[in-house]
């Protein structure tokens, strides 16, 4: 079992940049893939962006697309998502995954998944 903590979030104004992380903890694997969700009260968990084990592959929500850049760690275990050009609407409590692969993650299987606590990030006007 793989146990995930999220850092990084917090309070940026319209525009600005916050980077998170996420880093694992217990068994992990060595070709596990990343992902991030975000959730705000009242709407349903909405995928942000994941990573392939390697790097090599990213995918990102269309809402996220040329703002957001996830990438792999250093030691390649986890995924960190660079997020530029925030908006209000981007304010959710992120949550990390880890799974076997991207689809897995991307998936609502929950077998051999991990997540992490959450992160609020709040985006002002």
């Known amino acids: 079992q793989v146990q995930l903590v999220e850092s990084g979030g917090g309070l940026v104004q319209a525009g600005g940049s916050l980077r998170l992380s996420c880093a694992a903890s217990?068994?992990?694997?060595?070709?596990?893939?990343m992902g991030w969700f975000r959730r705000t009260p009242g709407k349903e968990r909405e995928f942000v962006a994941a990573?392939?084990?390697?790097?090599?592959?990213?995918y990102y929500t269309d809402s996220v697309k040329g703002r957001f850049t996830i990438s792999r760690d250093n030691a390649k275990k986890t995924g960190s998502p660079q997020m530029n050009s925030l908006s209000p609407e981007d304010s959710a409590v992120y949550y990390c995954?880890?799974?076997?692969?991207?689809?897995?993650?991307?998936?609502?299987?929950?077998?051999?998944?991990?997540w992490g606590q959450g992160s609020p990030v709040t985006i002002s006007s």
């Open positions: 990573i392939s084990w390697n790097g090599g592959s990213t």
């Open positions: 217990g068994r992990t694997f060595s070709r596990g893939a």
């Open positions: 995954a880890a799974g076997l692969s991207t689809a897995h993650v991307m998936s609502k299987m929950e077998q051999d998944k991990s």
